[in-house]
């Protein structure tokens, strides 16, 4: 009779160890111990936790679950603002960073399928503008997931909106870049809003990270051809009649098939006088291997962020024109410099 007992009660354990996600390493024990080494608990409305689970894979397995670990474990949601993502490729290991807003303290965990490990670090996002401190953070981080947690977790304990933190999330860190292109899309929200019948098509001429906040925003992607991303060569970019140009924006009429095009401009010498950066800074002797790489960019997004909902200080409209058909087609071909195709050339 006992034997049954035994067998009775240990089937329906072993079933549910078989079938219930098992944490590695025990990550689920380290997401706790990180609460602990932040001194908080459960819901606490000062930490938010950051992590790529869902992009990336563990033994071949997708890593949803993990969301509910951690949300189940500090609290945290999406609705609530305080659980956030940045993007990786699906080889890159599992991160989970917890993050307490008022002490700016940083517990990240990461898992690799094997073996999971914890460090705790200052992430002061005022700090991480030095050089020397913004050593300190990348020697314990490693640069890539410095810059994504250091950004990204700091952007958020200055309230920034929900829709721009998706934007870092898409790009995978907060940069000065990402920031114009949500200022040229609040400034095509204010000014030329879609009507009944119209849709955008955006030209990235010249690309940069500015493009990803308009993917994420306006929902154009080069899949559903609706963002077009072309290179300028230095002497094209020099031959524009204007420095700076940030992209075309065509408001295309789908029943009249015709159309209205914009030509932006960014203004970085306005972004560099606000935030106290020089830029020559984004680009030093040694590149990233130079901490003033770094902390050129997080100095100017500290610097950018009160201006989220002032994006004309920032971005003109330096062409509008008409756009036929045959037009469409030109700016949008391989090959073609729209500015060119436009007239928007030094003559």
């Known amino acids: 009779m006992k034997r049954w007992t035994w067998m009775i009660i240990a089937i329906p354990v072993f079933l549910f160890l078989a079938i219930s996600p098992l944490y590695g390493a025990d990550v689920e024990g380290l997401i706790r111990q990180g609460l602990k080494d932040l001194g908080v608990r459960k819901g606490d409305p000062r930490i938010c936790a950051i992590t790529d689970a869902t992009y990336v894979k563990l033994d071949g397995k997708t890593t949803e679950e993990y969301v509910d670990l951690i949300q189940e474990i500090t609290g945290c949601s999406i609705g609530r603002g305080n659980l956030l993502f940045f993007h990786r490729p699906i080889t890159y290991p599992l991160k989970i960073a917890l993050f307490r807003k008022d002490t700016k303290e940083c517990v990240l965990i990461t898992y690799d399928g094997k073996e999971a490990k914890k460090i705790k670090v200052n992430i ?36 920034a909106p929900f829709d721009f933190l998706k934007c870092c999330e898409f790009h995978n860190h907060l940069c000065p870049g990402l920031t114009s292109g949500y200022f040229i899309v609040k400034l095509i929200q204010k000014r030329y809003p879609l009507r009944k019948g119209e849709k955008y098509i955006f030209i990235a001429c010249p690309p940069w990270c500015k493009d990803d906040a308009i993917q994420v925003l306006l929902d154009l992607t080069p899949g559903k051809r609706s963002l077009f991303v072309k290179q300028l060569t230095d002497p094209q970019k020099r031959g524009c009649a204007a420095a700076n140009v940030a992209g075309i924006l065509v408001i295309w009429k789908v029943k009249e098939n015709k159309g ?18 020089k830029r020559k800074d984004f680009r030093p002797k040694g590149g990233k291997k130079n901490p003033i790489f ?33 037009m469409l087609v030109r700016l949008t071909m391989a090959g073609v410099n729209p500015y060119e195709e436009v007239g928007f050339v030094t003559k």
């Open 294 to 326: 770094w902390t050129t960019r997080i100095k100017a997004d500290w610097g950018l962020m009160p201006y989220l909902e002032r994006p004309e200080e920032f971005v003109r409209v330096v062409k509008e024109f008409e756009v036929t058909p045959e």
């Open 260 to 277: 209205k095009g914009l030509i932006f401009q960014f203004d970085w010498q306005r972004a560099c006088q606000v935030s106290g950066v």
């Open 124 to 159: 002061d996002g005022q700090r991480a503008t030095t050089p020397e401190y913004w050593r300190k953070i990348e020697g314990a981080l490693g640069a890539a997931d410095a810059f994504s947690i250091v950004t990204i977790a700091n952007s958020w304990a200055l309230g």
